[in-house]
């Protein structure tokens, strides 16, 4: 396996998570690749579409339909990471591979999002955002029954609840679980077209993805009428051109919150991925004697794993079975 932008999976032409143009990439999540202009992505039907590539050669798979590319046998499993997220488990000659990205076994019941699903594997490959010691995140269903609380409270003094989230994937994760609670929102351009990209969705004239398209509520556009306001927390200046004279309220809605101070009216721990508990509770489940780890927490994730682990980033660089497990 080798890591440049992306994790290789030697032996085969895929790539996974690349952000750099590569011929063939598996796409985990809608966050994880931006315009790269890859030759064909494989992801499920509904991170391609919220993607723009449900069309032009790329190849969208739904959940646990296996299938090839030459001789390598591949599936796609619920990674819980959110709409439309999946992990990849792979069959090389024998060896297999599960490349995960972010998971998540504490998943919003709203929206059609499953836990991550484990499949036995010689190589598990997975990312860990969250892994540091003070990683530790109260159970995501209070969460939601707190925020719910909150918006409710400003919507009633007819203050506007601004959520500030990350990326656009969990923007449509948490507007998902309001709609659920009959709450209207409303958010920038980009959530907007993402929620078209989504419900516009079909096979046979039957919705397709990770979560069914229908389970994407309808997005308005900031207006005059009180509602949940999405907003990414890259473009505060965006959002206060936008909101102009009128009153609100700001939450963040991120599991960024335990790593430091946030300007906000409020704050909830609403993570991507895992916390360190979780993510190592998944890990032992998977069952693999060789584990590679990436993302900002890695280091402490592998060092409790001990010498089975190892982090993979730049500038790392190793064999994806070590010399011992090869016949």
Same mark, same amino acid.
């Given at each position: 396996?080798?890591?440049?932008?992306?994790?290789?999976?030697?032996?085969?032409?895929?790539?996974?998570?690349?952000?750099?143009?590569?011929?063939?990439?598996?796409?985990?999540?809608?966050?994880?690749?931006?315009?790269?202009?890859?030759?064909?992505?494989?992801?499920?039907?509904?991170?391609?579409?919220?993607?723009?590539?449900?069309?032009?050669?790329?190849?969208?798979?739904?959940?646990?339909?296996?299938?090839?590319?030459?001789?390598?046998?591949?599936?796609?499993?619920?990674?819980?990471?959110?709409?439309?997220?999946?992990?990849?488990?792979?069959?090389?000659?024998?060896?297999?591979?599960?490349?995960?990205?972010?998971?998540?076994?504490?998943?919003?019941?709203?929206?059609?999002? #499953?836990?991550?699903?484990? *499949?036995?594997? /010689?190589?598990?490959? &997975? +990312?860990?955002?969250?892994? @540091?010691?003070? %990683?530790?995140?109260?159970?995501?269903?209070?969460?939601?029954?707190?925020?719910?609380?909150?918006?409710?409270?400003?919507?009633?003094?007819?203050?506007?609840?601004?959520?500030?989230?990350?990326?656009?994937?969990?923007?449509?994760?948490?507007?998902?679980?309001?709609?659920?609670?009959?709450?209207?929102?409303?958010?920038?351009?980009?959530?907007?077209?993402?929620?078209?990209?989504?419900?516009?969705?079909?096979?046979?004239?039957?919705?397709?993805?990770?979560?069914?398209?229908?389970?994407?509520?309808?997005?308005?556009?900031?207006?005059?009428?009180?509602?949940?306001?999405?907003?990414?927390?890259?473009?505060?200046?965006?959002?206060?051109?936008?909101?102009?004279?009128?009153?609100?309220?700001? #939450?963040?809605?991120?599991? *960024?919150?335990? /790593?430091?101070?946030? &300007? +906000?009216?409020?704050?909830? @721990?609403?993570? %991507?991925?895992?916390?360190?508990?979780?993510?190592?509770?998944?890990?032992?489940?998977?069952?693999?004697?060789?584990?590679?780890?990436?993302?900002?927490?890695?280091?402490?994730?592998?060092?409790?794993?001990?010498?089975?682990?190892?982090?993979?980033?730049?500038?790392?660089?190793?064999?994806?079975?070590?010399?011992?497990?090869?016949?």
């Amino acid at each position: 396996m080798t890591w440049r932008d992306g994790v290789h999976l030697t032996g085969t032409p895929i790539w996974c998570d690349a952000r750099r143009r590569r011929d063939v990439c598996f796409v985990s999540s809608a966050d994880r690749v931006g315009r790269t202009g890859h030759g064909q992505l494989i992801g499920s039907p509904l991170t391609l579409a919220l993607l723009g590539a449900a069309t032009g050669g790329h190849l969208g798979v739904p959940l646990h339909r296996r299938f090839t590319l030459g001789t390598v046998r591949l599936e796609l499993i619920a990674s819980g990471r959110g709409p439309g997220a999946a992990a990849l488990h792979v069959d090389i000659t024998g060896k297999s591979v599960l490349y995960a990205g972010p998971i998540r076994t504490d998943v919003p019941n709203a929206g059609g999002i #499953a836990p991550a699903e484990v *499949r036995a594997c /010689d190589a598990l490959v &997975v +990312a860990a955002p969250f892994g @540091a010691e003070h %990683h530790i995140f109260p159970p995501l269903a209070d969460t939601i029954d707190q925020l719910i609380a909150w918006i409710g409270a400003e919507l009633a003094v007819d203050r506007r609840p601004v959520l500030l989230v990350d990326s656009v994937l969990d923007g449509l994760e948490v507007a998902t679980c309001l709609a659920a609670a009959n709450i209207a929102v409303a958010g920038a351009r980009m959530f907007r077209d993402a929620c078209a990209r989504a419900t516009e969705l079909t096979a046979d004239g039957i919705p397709i993805a990770g979560a069914p398209a229908s389970a994407l509520p309808a997005i308005a556009a900031p207006g005059r009428e009180p509602r949940a306001m999405l907003w990414l927390d890259a473009d505060r200046t965006g959002l206060h051109r936008a909101m102009g004279d009128r009153p609100h309220a700001v #939450a963040v809605v991120s599991g *960024r919150i335990l /790593d430091g101070a946030h &300007v +906000a009216d409020m704050l909830f @721990a609403w993570p %991507h991925a895992a916390g360190r508990a979780e993510l190592l509770a998944w890990i032992e489940s998977a069952n693999a004697p060789e584990v590679f780890v990436t993302g900002a927490a890695a280091e402490p994730i592998a060092r409790v794993l001990g010498p089975r682990a190892r982090v993979i980033g730049p500038p790392h660089q190793m064999p994806l079975f070590s010399r011992e497990a090869l016949p």
